[in-house]
């Protein structure tokens, strides 16, 4: 069965700063890949998403994550933090044929000023 | 973009009642609805999908006669939650994907915060 494992479960950063949020996973295919973003109280929004092609994706707000196969990894990048970006980070799996999504336990990110 | 919206957002109840979350895609055909649970500072736990015409599939150790789900149309799915006590308490999140295409990301609500006195 597919597992999503997300090493960190809470990142400080100061205003400004690089961030990137680490997810691997445990899957036989590739499956397909995906990072939301919630803010306390609400939903999930979609940042971004992998499904095949280019291993370097764009999202949203700025973020981009990279897909590397060899290291079953999937991790999300921002080049510079706003203090906006303060929330619970979580990374998903699917496999390329159904819509059975697991979720990883989530990061929490705090934004020092 | 695809909305989904659920309601109510917040429901705060007796013991032993039973409190009905509908989840509605708003601008989409949404075959297949899927309903979350996510305890504090815990991720998402998927509780069963929900199929347009069909009976719902229960992940394991969901009990479906506790949480009812009816997915009567292509836009609308409800979760009930009957008899209600304390321990079902949670936050509970609905999604749902466009069509029948697999590589459609889910689109998720915003929850609904059920509290059981």
């Known amino acids: 069965a597919q597992s999503v494992t997300q090493p960190d479960i809470h990142i400080t950063v100061s205003e400004g700063a690089s961030l990137e949020l680490r997810c691997n996973y445990s899957?036989?295919?590739?499956?397909?890949l995906f990072w939301y973003v919630q803010s306390p109280g609400q939903g999930l929004q979609l940042l971004l998403k992998y499904f095949s092609g280019d291993t370097l994706v764009q999202g949203i707000k700025g973020f981009e994550a990279e897909f590397k196969r060899s290291q079953s990894s999937f991790n999300l990048r921002k080049p510079s933090v706003h203090w906006s970006d303060a929330a619970e980070y979580f990374c998903a799996v699917s496999p390329y044929n159904n819509n059975d999504m697991r979720f990883g336990a989530g990061t929490r990110l705090t934004v020092k000023p | 973009g695809a909305v989904v919206s659920q309601h109510p957002s917040w429901v705060i109840c007796k013991s032993g009642t039973s409190v009905k979350i509908e989840c509605r895609s708003l601008?989409?055909?949404?075959?297949?609805m899927f309903w979350y649970r996510q305890f504090p500072k815990q991720s998402l736990m998927l509780m069963a999908t929900s199929n347009e015409g069909s009976k719902a599939t229960y992940e394991q150790g969901v009990e479906k006669d506790k949480f009812l789900i009816n997915h009567a149309s292509l836009t609308l799915s409800t979760l009930t939650v009957t008899s209600a006590h304390p321990e079902d308490s949670s936050f509970y999140i609905c999604s749902a994907s466009p069509g029948q295409n697999f590589n459609q990301p889910q689109h998720f609500g915003d929850g609904t915060r059920l509290s059981i006195l």
């Open positions: 601008d989409f055909q949404a075959t297949t």
């Open positions: 899957y036989g295919a590739t499956p397909y």
